[in-house]
């Protein structure tokens, strides 16, 4: 049954009792219904939180911030960051109420932006496109990179390779990409899956680490300090190590990108943003501790090839590790599913608008399966482009996927910082922040550009050909070719998002 839109009210509260009619409002910002809305609330939510996924990225990045800040950062930096980035969702998600569709990101930077609005789209776009496709490469990679730890485990004569973890690389996103290729309920049970996994992993790993130990670190261990990167300056070093939240806290965009697919969309795609962001939070601080807590020989574990790994071993025995690295594994595969199935929609909206090459083959969609299977295939290729450097050099392949984070953050400050520069022109959605909106989104912007500058620094000393941070590089190669794209053709045909028509018009184009 159809439902009308309530007037938003200026308020920062979401009226449960108003009817939104999703398709009336994709028909008013003038597209037809492609995609098959199977996602409920909890659907739209779980896409985020299997994306942010605190087992996946507290696992891959722990051993990072044992080096740099130690305890100190890795428990009170996750706090502060934490916050940082809760301010980040909130104001994407007032934007996300208000443009409701799979572009996302680039869509809402065209319509929010007063001037240049092609140009805006743009650049928001390859920078979400980018970030998106190196995300699904570098969980891919962490995933293989964690089997083969299990392997090497069980099999003590296994030694990883480059070349096999580009392989099961490889196999991994391939998988992704079949998965993602039937329907949306598929999809959908999935990432439902994807949640419990986490939740229950998350109970199973805590309440070993707090039981089967023999000792645990005293209180007071939470505030000791450790700089190990090489740089004498320790306030460096320290701020180095609240990276470790910001590479966990990435991806929280897919809800926004599902809006097509998802009921009630206005209210329930903030809400995903939001509650992924707050429960990741929680979850991750209990994470964090519990590893924290459960270090033995710091000066041991620190310096292992994997020290959370490390950690199980010491205080688990090996068979225990073993099973708790199974859930860890599992948690990287589902974290991978969902950053590919938020790039396919990025890619079918962006290719929707004719912004990509190739642009009608991309935002076609199945008449079986009801999904973009060409985007799919398109986002698996580009994913596969980008781990073949680790062939030869993992140095490369770290360059290539160091984009993702800064790529997506960036991304999400420019809808953010359009819409504080519109004012009081800005028509917000029925989730809204009110009168905290301007407040909220300026520390928004300004610790994403905080921490953005933060990415591309020099993370060890000495800095050599091996430990220099080609994220600057990476990031201004795909800037640069934007930038050369746009002005040699892409300027005369890509206006900004596309209108189908009036209302009347594209709903007569809706597949049924």
Not at 147 to 152: E, G, H, N, R
Not at 382 to 404: D, E, K, M, R, Y
Request: hydrophobic share 50%; charged share 10%.
């Amino acid at each position: 049954m159809s439902e009308r839109i309530s007037a938003p009210r200026a308020k920062g509260h979401v009226e449960d009792s108003a009817a939104l009619d999703d398709d009336a409002t994709l028909h008013a910002m003038g597209y037809p219904r492609k995609l098959t809305r199977r996602f409920q609330a909890f659907d739209n939510f779980a896409i985020s939180f299997t994306i942010i996924n605190i087992i996946s990225g507290i696992f891959s990045s722990f051993g990072f911030g044992m080096n740099a800040g130690g305890p100190r950062i890795l428990v009170f930096g996750w706090i502060g960051v934490s916050v940082m980035v809760l301010f980040i969702g909130v104001a994407m998600a007032e934007v996300a109420s208000a443009y409701p569709t799979s572009g996302a990101l680039y869509f809402s930077a065209g319509k929010l932006a007063k001037r240049h609005k092609g140009a805006w789209s743009w650049y928001t776009g390859w920078l979400n496109f980018v970030g998106q496709v190196g995300g699904t490469a570098a969980t891919g990679y962490a995933a293989a990179t964690f089997i083969q730890a299990f392997i090497a485990l069980q099999w003590h004569s296994y030694e990883p390779t480059a070349q096999q973890t580009v392989m099961i690389t490889a196999l991994i996103i391939v998988l992704q990409g079949l998965a993602n290729t039937y329907t949306v309920q598929l999809v959908a049970l999935l990432n439902r899956i994807s949640v419990w996994w986490l939740l229950i992993g998350l109970l199973v790993i805590v309440s070993t680490l707090i039981v089967m130990p023999d000792d645990h670190q005293s209180a007071s261990f939470v505030t000791h300090f450790v700089n190990n990167t090489g740089f004498t300056n320790g306030l460096y070093g320290g701020m180095l190590g609240l990276l470790v939240t910001s590479w966990t806290f990435t991806g929280f965009d897919g809800s926004f990108h599902m809006s097509e697919e998802t009921v009630r969309a206005t209210v329930n795609a903030p809400k995903g943003i939001t509650r992924a962001i707050g429960y990741s939070a929680i979850t991750g601080l209990i994470l964090m501790l519990a590893l924290v807590y459960s270090i033995h020989d710091y000066a041991q574990v620190a310096s292992s090839s994997a020290p959370p790994v490390q950690i199980l071993i010491d205080g688990l025995g090996m068979g225990t590790a073993k099973a708790i690295l199974l859930i860890v594994i599992g948690a990287m595969l589902f974290c991978g599913l969902a950053n590919l199935t938020s790039n396919t929609r990025q890619i079918f909206a962006f290719s929707r608008d004719g912004a990509m090459p190739g642009s009608r083959w991309w935002h076609s969609v199945s008449p079986r399966t009801r999904t973009p299977v060409k985007a799919v295939w398109l986002a698996v290729a580009c994913s596969l482009a980008l781990v073949v450097p680790g062939w030869w050099s993992h140095t490369a392949f770290t360059a290539i996927v160091s984009v993702n984070v800064v790529g997506l953050f960036l991304a999400y400050a420019v809808p953010i910082f359009l819409r504080l520069r519109l004012g009081d022109e800005f028509q917000p959605g029925p989730w809204n922040l009110g009168r905290w909106s301007k407040v909220i989104g300026w520390v928004a912007v300004i610790w994403i550009l905080a921490s953005s500058v933060l990415f591309m620094l020099p993370q060890v000393s000495p800095i050599t050909g091996d430990t220099f941070n080609y994220a600057s590089i990476a990031l201004a190669v795909v800037l640069i070719i934007a930038t050369v794209w746009w002005f040699a053709t892409a300027r005369r045909r890509f206006q900004g998002p596309i209108s189908y028509g009036r209302p009347d018009e594209v709903a007569a184009m809706d597949l049924i």
